[in-house]
Nanobody, 131 residues
Framework: QVQLAESGGGSVQAGGSLRLSCAAS??????????MAWFRQVPGKEREGIAV????????????MKDRFTVSMDIASPDNAKSTLYLQMDRLKPEDTAIYYC??????????????????WGQGTQVTVSS
């Protein structure tokens, strides 16, 4: 059973930075790869993709997220079937306030940001940016 656990959320003033982490466990290492991504959702609005990374070092971003957000991933190995996804968020704005979710797919390296493609989801972590 794959489990994703986000951490690092909190409250910050506009212009500040936060680093989110997502620890993935419970999966078997595969040479076919793994994809992990960040999404966020504001109550009453649709969830939107932020950035995605695969276990081969590839990354992709939503166009509106490229300037201030950076995704990175500690990649699992046959000896350590755990991966951690990070999201460095800089120059935060009040409109970045949302619940941030981590998601994962196994046995692929495709850098997708379509929610429907993701099988495993974390519980989310709240980020609040005050003006």
């Amino acid at each position: 059973q794959v489990q994703l656990a986000e951490s690092g959320g909190g409250s910050v003033q506009a212009g500040g930075s936060l680093r989110l982490s997502c620890a993935a466990s419970g999966f078997t290492y595969s040479k076919y790869g793994m994809v992990m991504a960040w999404f966020r959702q504001v109550p009453g609005k649709e969830r939107e993709g932020i950035a995605v990374s695969n276990s081969y070092g590839g990354t992709n971003y939503a166009d509106s997220m490229k300037d201030r957000f950076t995704v990175s991933m500690d990649i699992a190995s046959p000896d350590n079937a755990k991966s951690t996804l990070y999201l460095q968020m800089d120059r935060l704005k009040p409109e970045d306030t949302a619940i941030y979710y981590c998601a994962a797919i196994l046995y692929t390296s495709r850098l997708t940001l379509q929610q429907i493609d993701f099988v495993y989801w974390g519980q989310g972590t709240q980020v609040t940016v005050s003006s």
